[in-house]
């Protein structure tokens, strides 16, 4: 793992280029951006929004996901993997806030890691981007990334989280969405393009192309 500061100097350089960047789900509320993360596991953002497109113009509460109904709901994600399973849950988590919490998603993590579907990346994703706190959630390209650039000495997303939580809260701020970016568009995982790469001066893969 670099020192901190090391750290901090590649990071500033993801945020001269984008100073405030955002989730590519689109969302209307709290409730939206919550079921489009759960949809999003395993799943393109871009797909993503694709299904939701007509879905959130009928179902942009729990109250209305439920009096739409779990065979209408899977019409309308059917494109997405692991729809089946993901109704179940959306149906369900649905009922949970409807019935718990006045039809509201809370900003708990408790609460949020206690509905069906959402683990504590998802409930890391909602609080980030809709809270604006700076939690740090590790979905596949930040943990490859974590690795890839040594800004952390673990393989697994709790260790990285922990690691990465030693930033200051300017960072962490916005990491995520940083090294998502980064991940998906310029280092990618099969074919990364060195070409592009605002940081290639802190590189020290192997595979570094130039």
Known sequence: MR???????ILDVFKAADPNPGSELH?????????????????????VNKATAELFKIADTPQKMLDLGIDKLKEH??????????AKNIMELSRRLVDECNGEVPPEREILESLPGVGRKTANVLLNVWWHQPTVAVDTHVLRLASRLELSDGNTPLAVESDLNKLPDSYRLHINHWLV??????CKAQK?????CPITEF??????RL
């Open 181 to 186: 970016l980064f991940g998906r568009y310029v």
């Open 77 to 86: 994600i059917k494109t997405i993997g692991l729809y089946n399973n993901k």
């Open 203 to 208: 590189c020290r893969c192997g595979d570094k």
């Open 192 to 196: 990364p393009d060195c070409a592009a």
């Open 3 to 9: 020192p901190l500061n090391e750290i901090c100097r």
């Open 27 to 47: 969302y209307h509320n709290a409730y939206t951006l919550l079921i489009a993360i759960v949809l999003s596991a395993q799943s393109t953002d871009k797909g």
